[in-house]
């Protein structure tokens, strides 16, 4: 079975400052991951995926994450985080087999940047 | 990327009603289709799988008879909220997988916010 825990439901910086998303998984086959950001009545949209290859990922905007098999965590960062970054971000796992394509998704965690 | 749309983006009826969403794929066939439901501040709740040519597998709790699925073509789904009610008010998603691609990446529609009065 897969599933995602988002740690956080709420995450404030000030613009400029690191951004620090994170995601841990649980899946019973290599997984699939992927972080999507989603603004105010709006559909989601990728922003960067893992499907086994190398295990830093960058995604758009300047967002990166990390697959650690031995933490099962896939944390989303940003160096310096823009105002236009506030939104929400899920972190989602892909079931593999007959659920092929089903995405799981975490509870999401709001993003706050201040000026 | 593949391109996902959804129509209408919001609608709002009165209580008894139906109201059908429609969910595209436009630069891909899309043999399976997912919907998804959205509580506000919450996060994506699957509620059913739109296969082509046959019958929709629903997640367990989600009413068959309430949430009405057609996927009779490759490019098209449609959702039909039957006798609405204030609850079922929500933002409904589609998402489809585009097989071109290794992944099957899913690629997301822009969301159709019901509001039932």
């Known amino acids: 079975a897969q599933s995602v825990t988002q740690l956080g439901s709420h995450v404030s910086v000030s613009e400029g400052a690191l951004v620090l998303l994170r995601c841990n998984y649980s899946?019973?086959?290599?997984?699939?991951l992927f972080w999507y950001v989603q603004y105010p009545n709006q559909g989601l949209q990728l922003l960067l995926k893992?499907?086994?290859?190398?295990?830093l990922v960058k995604g758009i905007n300047g967002f990166e994450a990390e697959f650690k098999k031995s933490e099962t965590s896939f944390h989303l960062t940003k160096p310096s985080a823009h105002m236009s970054d506030a939104a929400e971000y899920f972190c989602?796992?892909?079931?593999?087999?007959?659920?092929?394509?089903?995405?799981?998704f975490g509870r999401g965690t709001q993003l706050t940047v201040w000026p | 990327g593949a391109v996902v749309s959804q129509h209408p983006s919001r609608v709002i009826c009165k209580s008894g009603t139906s109201v059908k969403i429609e969910c595209r794929s436009l630069d891909f066939q899309a043999t399976t289709m997912f919907w998804y439901r959205q509580f506000p501040k919450q996060s994506l709740m699957l509620m059913a799988t739109?296969?082509?040519?046959?019958?929709?597998?629903?997640e367990q709790g989600v009413e068959k008879d309430k949430f009405l699925i057609n996927h009779a073509s490759l490019t098209l789904s449609t959702l039909t909220v039957t006798s609405a009610h204030p609850e079922d008010s929500s933002f409904y998603i589609c998402?489809?997988?585009?097989?071109?691609?290794?992944?099957?990446?899913?690629?997301f529609g822009e969301g159709s916010r019901l509001t039932v009065l």
């Open positions: 899946s019973s086959v290599p997984p699939y």
């Open positions: 998402s489809a997988p585009d097989m071109r691609q290794n992944t099957g990446e899913l690629f």
């Open positions: 739109s296969n082509e040519g046959s019958k929709a597998t629903y």
């Open positions: 989602a796992v892909q079931g593999g087999g007959s659920t092929l394509g089903r995405l799981y």
């Open positions: 893992y499907t086994s290859a190398a295990t």
